[in-house]
C-alpha cells in the first residue's frame, strides 16, 4: 500500500527533514509513526498525502508513484485517502452533518447518496444525534469523531493520522484508537503518527520510529519496531 524507497525531503535553506527513508506498510496493516518532536512524522505523512513532495527518492502509493501524479490526477488520488488532523480542521459555521458531507460534494455525489453516506458514517463514530449541532458545542473528542467521520464518509483505502490523540485525556485516547482499530479490522489501512508511546505498546501493531528524519535502528521493543533494511518493491 505504502512504499518509501531512498526518500528525503530537503526543504529551502537546507532543513532536511527526511534522510533516506526506506519502509514498506502492507494492504491492510496498521501502524504507528514514532519519534520526538521535528524528528520528521508530519513530513512523511503530508509526502504520502502530496501535501508535499519528497526531494529524492520514490513515495508509492496504492501502486502509484507520487512522483509522477500531475496536479489534475492529485484529486482522483486523494479521494482514497482519509486525513485526520491534530486541530481537526473543521468548519465551525457548518453543522456537524456539512462538515462530513464536504467531501462527498466535492467528489460530486448525490444529495442521496451524500445523506446517506454521512448519516453512516457519523453512526460508526457515535454522533448520529448530533448531525445538526456545531463544532463549536461539542467537546474535544467528539470534534476529533466528526474529523474522523470525514475522514472515512468516502471510504477510503487508507486513513492517515497525525497526532489524533495529542490534546485528549487517556480514557478518551483510547476510545480514539479503538475506532482506528476497528476500521482496520474492515480492511483499511492505517498510519498514525503518535507521541502516546504507553498506548500503542497495548495494542499489539507495528511501530515505526523516526529520529532527526530517519527510521530509527534503536528499539522501542523487539516485536513492533520497523528496522531500516531491504524489500522489494511490492505494493
Known amino acids: 500500500m505504502i512504499l518509501f ?10 532543513n532536511e527533514a527526511l534522510t533516506n527513508v526506506n519502509f514498506h506498510l502492507h494492504p491492510g496493516e496498521m501502524a504507528f509513526l514514532t519519534g520526538h518532536s521535528g524528528a520528521g512524522k508530519s513530513t512523511l505523512l503530508k509526502l504520502i498525502a502530496l501535501i508535499e513532495r519528497a526531494s529524492t527518492g520514490n513515495v508509492i502509493v496504492g501502486g502509484e508513484n507520487l512522483n509522477k501524479v500531475g496536479r489534475h490526477t492529485l484529486p482522483y488520488l486523494r479521494r482514497n485517502m482519509g486525513i485526520i ?11 456537524v452533518f456539512d462538515n462530513v458531507a464536504l467531501p462527498l460534494i466535492i467528489s460530486g455525489f448525490s444529495s442521496r447518496e451524500v445523506s446517506k453516506r454521512v448519516r453512516a ?14 463544532p463549536i458545542t461539542l467537546s474535544g473528542g467528539e470534534q476529533q469523531r466528526v474529523s474522523i467521520a470525514r475522514a472515512v464518509v468516502n471510504k477510503p483505502a487508507l486513513l492517515l493520522a497525525d497526532e489524533p490523540t495529542g490534546n485528549l485525556d487517556p480514557d478518551l485516547s483510547r476510545e480514539i484508537m ?4 476497528a476500521f482496520n479490522q474492515v480492511g483499511v489501512t492505517v498510519l498514525i503518527a503518535t507521541h502516546d508511546i504507553p498506548l500503542i505498546n497495548q495494542l499489539n501493531k507495528r511501530i515505526i520510529q523516526l529520529s532527526h528524519g530517519q527510521l530509527n535502528p534503536g528499539l522501542i521493543n523487539d516485536r513492533k519496531t520497523d528496522h531500516t533494511k531491504p524489500f522489494t518493491a511490492e505494493t
Open 5 to 14: 524507497d531512498q526518500v528525503s525531503k530537503r526543504y529551502q535553506g537546507g
Open 85 to 95: 488532523f491534530q486541530d481537526y480542521q473543521l468548519l465551525y459555521d457548518r453543522t
Open 121 to 134: 458514517a457519523l453512526d460508526k463514530v457515535g454522533l448520529l444525534r448530533f448531525e445538526k449541532k456545531y
Open 178 to 181: 479503538d475506532l482506528f482499530m
